[in-house]
């Protein structure tokens, strides 16, 4: 009898010791996270690139707190997906270009707005000037969806395949695939094309099948999501330098303990600007790949028919974008890094 009564309290002994190390293992382990993180496009495209820089810095820094699970190639539809799967808090976060971010937030359309950068250099100026905050509250507050990181993409240009754009005539009755954006569609049809919204995910088969017979893009695009198997010509038109965001949901980044949030934010910046210079060390490079892929490539010494065709664009969108807005990007003053 003694003997069982010993067993037992040894048993019980021994389930406490387990229990409590069990309950101190959990108290002591720290929580982590998961950030999944969508963009449509292919892995060699540099966002995909960046995503994977941002992967290894927020994996690295947070000790393996934070995870981050990159989904490319469309996996989970296009950037106006991804806008309404953050703002529902179901998707972690995600690239998305300002175009789709002018159909919540009017005041994005300043950057379809052709010709207004400047330079991607003088984009990047203008955002780290303070317009970036703004842009980044006035989003978040209308959606849910925090800016943690800017991709200022290389200046767009056009490709086609029908022939070579060299001023404005050129483009008359070309339909061409454009962003998801007002101001854009606007500017094509003022130059004289027939613009087509399609999104990017969309847009090779839509050259392959000639429901467009042009795009415009940001040359490295072109050769990593291979268009120049469906297009011919490319004109150095660069008529816009549009962004894309590094989006998060607010819901989940407001879940982060404080010192994640400070990670994440850090890496988000970084990551921006690593595509951003992979984009632009790329751009020149990309033209001779074209050419030896078999494209013919022209540049555009002389832009002024584009320049006063899209003129009245600033006018007619003056009080929809805000003239706050126009004026920042129309008059700010930048000195080019020599």
């Not at 190390?21 to 108290?27: E, G």
């Not at 925090?146 to 200046?155: A, D, E, H, N």
Request: overall charge positive.
């Amino acid at each position: 009898m003694k003997k069982s009564i010993k067993s037992a309290v040894s048993l019980v002994v021994a389930f406490v010791f387990v229990l409590s190390f069990a309950v101190s293992a959990a108290i002591a382990a720290p929580k982590t996270y998961k950030i999944t993180m969508a963009t449509p496009s292919n892995p060699e495209d540099n966002c995909v690139k960046a995503f994977f820089y941002f992967k290894d810095l927020v994996e690295k820094q947070s000790a393996g707190r934070i995870t981050v699970d990159v989904k490319h190639t469309g996996q989970l539809g296009g950037h106006r997906d991804y806008m309404e799967q953050m703002k529902m808090g179901s998707l972690q976060a995600a690239e998305v270009n300002t175009a789709v971010l002018s159909g919540f937030d009017p005041k994005f359309m300043v950057f379809d707005l052709p010709y207004i950068a400047g330079s991607v250099d003088r984009v990047w100026a203008i955002l780290d000037s303070g317009e970036g905050k703004k842009f980044a509250e006035s989003l978040e507050k209308k959606t849910g969806v925090k800016i943690i990181g800017w991709m200022v993409r290389s200046p767009r240009n056009m490709y086609n395949s029908k022939n070579p754009i060299v001023t404005v005539k050129d483009f008359k009755g070309m339909k061409v695939r454009i962003m998801e954006s007002p101001v854009i569609s606007r500017a094509f049809t003022l130059l004289g094309a027939v613009p087509v919204p399609l999104s990017a995910n969309e847009r090779y088969m839509a050259l392959q099948t000639k429901v467009v017979d042009a795009a415009e893009n940001s040359t490295p695009l072109i050769i990593t999501q291979k268009e120049y198997e469906v297009t011919k010509f490319v004109s150095q038109t660069e008529h816009l330098i549009s962004p894309n965001i590094i989006g998060m949901s607010a819901k989940f980044f407001n879940s982060l303990p404080a010192d994640l949030q400070k990670i994440v934010l850090d890496a988000g910046d970084a990551t921006g600007r690593y595509e951003s210079k992979l984009d632009l060390d790329g751009d020149a490079a990309a033209f001779k790949e074209l050419a030896k892929l078999g494209m013919k490539v022209n540049t555009v010494p002389d832009k002024s028919s584009f320049v006063n065709a899209v003129k009245p664009l600033y006018q007619e969108y003056r009080n929809q974008i805000g003239g706050d807005v126009i004026d920042t990007f129309v008059n700010f003053k930048y000195t080019p890094k020599k």
